[in-house]
């Protein structure tokens, strides 16, 4: 079964960092590229980043650009998503995706308030 | 970026009539390797977004057929035959063919 497991959200004041982890099983994680998507409260789906399935090129969103950084450890089955100098406006539940949103995790949340 | 435009914004139906929502983009979004990437979700309440359709018209694995999607070019459409009570929810259609990947605000599906 495929499954894929986000952790790492909180509550982080504005400025401060946090390091989300998505945990992917059931499937090859090196055939895929994988992406992060958020959805901030009421709001709809925003694609985040996308990392290739060698993590050799990596993509972002302008307002996310120089702040967040994706990675994979292939050998770990796992997907990452630094996010440094967080924002208020970057509160959202962070979803993790394979490919082009073939799965999806349960989502983590991330709150950024003073 | 690309913007997708659905609509409607919200759709209002009773179990058993088909509907359909439509998805405008501002650019083609036929690829130069001859695909379209557009695809369709479907974000039931309380739930994560899953897949649909993928490349504007491939059924998603274990969907049930009642959904199809068309279109090409600008214009594309997903319907559903027949709506069932575990179809209510939020649709959305996202396009990857040009970067970055962008998502229409959503159609909000709900019983008549």
């Known amino acids: 079964e495929v499954q894929l497991v986000e952790s790492g959200g909180g509550l982080v004041q504005p400025g401060r960092s946090l390091k989300l982890s998505c945990a992917a099983s059931g499937f090859t994680f090196s055939n895929y590229y994988m992406a992060w998507v958020r959805q901030a409260p009421t709001k709809g789906l925003e694609w985040v980043a996308s990392?290739?399935?060698?993590?050799?090129?990596?993509y972002y969103r302008d307002s996310v650009k120089g702040r967040f950084t994706i990675s994979r450890d292939n050998a770990k089955s796992t997907l990452y998503l630094q996010m440094d100098s967080l924002r208020s406006e970057d509160t959202a539940t962070y979803y993790c995706?394979?490919?082009?949103?073939?799965?999806w995790g349960q989502g983590v949340m991330v709150t950024v308030s003073s | 970026d690309v913007v997708l435009t659905q609509t409607p914004s919200i759709l209002s139906a009773t179990i058993g009539q088909s509907v359909s929502i439509s998805c405008r983009s501002s650019q083609s979004l036929l690829d130069s390797d001859g695909n379209t990437y557009l695809y369709w979700f479907l974000q039931r309440p309380g739930q994560s977004p899953q897949r649909l359709i993928y490349?504007?018209?491939n059924l998603g694995s274990g969907v049930p057929n009642r959904f199809s999607g068309s279109g090409s070019g600008t214009d594309f459409t997903l319907k559903i035959s027949g709506v069932e009570a575990e179809d209510l929810g939020v649709y959305y259609c996202?396009?990857?063919?040009?970067?970055?990947?962008?998502f229409g605000a959503g159609t909000k599906l709900e019983l008549k």
């Open positions: 990392i290739t399935n060698s993590g050799g090129s990596t």
């Open positions: 996202m396009q990857a063919t040009h970067a970055p990947d962008t």
């Open positions: 490349l504007v018209s």
């Open positions: 995706t394979r490919g082009a949103g073939i799965g």
